[in-house]
């Protein structure tokens, strides 16, 4: 179920996946899941400092969208491309919301 709109995401709609993880190396070349990995989806913005550039100088927002996935894996998956940016934009938003002092961090 998207989890923006809660439409259906069974084949044959459409949907939108961001995929990812990490891969144990188990040789030169060859790689595999394993249950000895957490994997992880976070979004960190850096505010300029010192002689940098940019908006939010000296702030820091972080917001992890994914903990601890079973072997390491995850999907997040969505019904379109237009509720994927949705998701996306309400994780931005709320982080400049955090940036610019509008929403109280928790
Ligand atoms: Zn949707």
Known sequence: MCPVCASPLTDPNSFFCLMGGAMKQVN????????DLSGFLDMHFYGSSGKGKGPFRGKSSYKEIVKDSTNGQFDLVFCSPDCFRKFINAIIDEMEGELSGKNKKQ
């Open 28 to 35: 030169k070349n060859m790689k595999e899941m394993s249950g």
